[in-house]
């Protein structure tokens, strides 16, 4: 099990330190680490946010554990220089077209959630979310229009392959867990979504069993906090998926609580707290590190195909959390390391 670390930059490095214990708390034979810079931090190394060093790694690595990019020293620089397109080219050269995002509220957290307690409680769902296409990787750019005005723009678009390969994830994952599928996507106003909508009903008719349903992206976001408990799986583009699920994660506490999996066709994965950099807290050891250590739990399960040992890191992070663990963000005091110590002791 060859694993590659990549800290990044901000809290990353924090936050990966405590989620590489956990693993070696486990002793599971084979395990091995090998480390990398990324983002900013690879930058300011060697002039790119994604040295050919780090992609090779992450290329021959069984998994990848991810940490956040984003440095504010880098924001001055061209966009295919900062630290945010590491990440996206590692989505793109790996081929990681689903990202997996589970949100779920441990009984313990319904005071830090931003809904009441009844209605956090239901919060039980996981974010499909396609990633190798829509604005972020459409065409983009600066133009000048006829009157001498500057203007910007980023090109949506999807074929009906991807999303027909991103649909069959959701209805797999909902096959997996209650058998609902919601489908959340513009389609009274965007092409791309027309066709988003089209796709997922043709491939709906491969899983009879799940019941699907459509919901535009402004009335999912509503419904998110009004009434959580409907949701099962949802299944969205790239761009809805990335606003939807950090939402979600505020729902069920915080988003340092919320991990990741972005896989390929055939489950090699890069694993990453859904929270970035978070530069204005780095190295002050404030960081919530239960994120990146239940996405090495996700690790463990979908790419490494150690389940049992997934199951005692996530249970590890409640018995934690039920004997009072709580970081800044949860409304404690502890610090990043004393809250890696509290899962290692319930471990």
Request: proline share 5%; glycine share 10%.
């Amino acid at each position: 099990m060859h694993i590659a670390l990549l800290p990044g930059d901000g809290i990353g490095p924090e936050v990966i330190a405590e989620a590489r214990r956990v693993l070696e708390a486990l002793a599971l034979p084979g395990m091995v680490f090998e480390e990398a810079p990324v983002g900013g931090a690879a930058y300011k190394a060697s002039g790119h946010p994604l040295p050919q060093a780090t992609l090779d790694l992450a290329k021959r690595a069984d998994a990848i554990l991810f940490g956040a990019v984003g440095d504010p020293d880098c924001d001055a620089l061209e966009r295919h220089l900062r630290p945010e397109q590491a990440i996206l080219g590692l989505r793109k050269e790996l081929a990681l077209f689903a990202n997996l995002r589970p949100a779920k509220l441990f009984p313990e957290l319904a005071d830090a959630s931003a809904l009441r307690p009844e209605v956090a409680s239901q919060i039980d769902m996981v974010i499909v979310r396609e990633l190798n296409g829509d604005v972020y990787f459409g065409e983009k750019g600066m133009r000048t229009t006829a009157e001498g005005k500057r203007e910007g723009y980023d090109i949506m678009s999807y074929n009906e392959d991807e999303v027909c390969r991103i649909a069959r994830v959701g209805f797999e994952t909902a096959m997996a867990r209650g058998r609902k599928l919601c489908s959340v996507d513009k389609a009274n106003v965007l092409e791309t979504s027309q066709l988003w909508r089209d796709v997922v009903i043709e491939t709906a008719k491969e899983f009879p069993e799940v019941e699907l349903s459509h919901m535009y992206v402004d009335n999912a976001a509503m419904q998110l906090v009004r009434n959580p408990g409907q949701f099962d799986v949802i299944v969205t583009g790239n761009l809805f998926g990335d606003i939807l699920s950090d939402q979600a994660s505020m729902c069920a506490g915080s988003i340092g609580m919320l991990p990741s999996a972005s896989l390929d066709s055939n489950q090699k994965g890069l694993y990453e707290p859904i929270h970035g950099s978070a530069p204005d807290i780095a190295g002050q050891g404030k960081a919530n590190p239960l994120a990146t250590i239940l996405s090495a739990a996700m690790m463990l399960r979908y790419s490494l195909g150690q389940s049992e040992a997934a199951d005692r890191i996530e249970t590890a992070v409640a018995r934690a959390l039920a004997g009072g663990a709580r970081s800044p963000d949860l409304g404690g005091t502890m610090n990043t390391r004393e809250m890696g110590d509290a899962v290692l002791a319930a471990l």
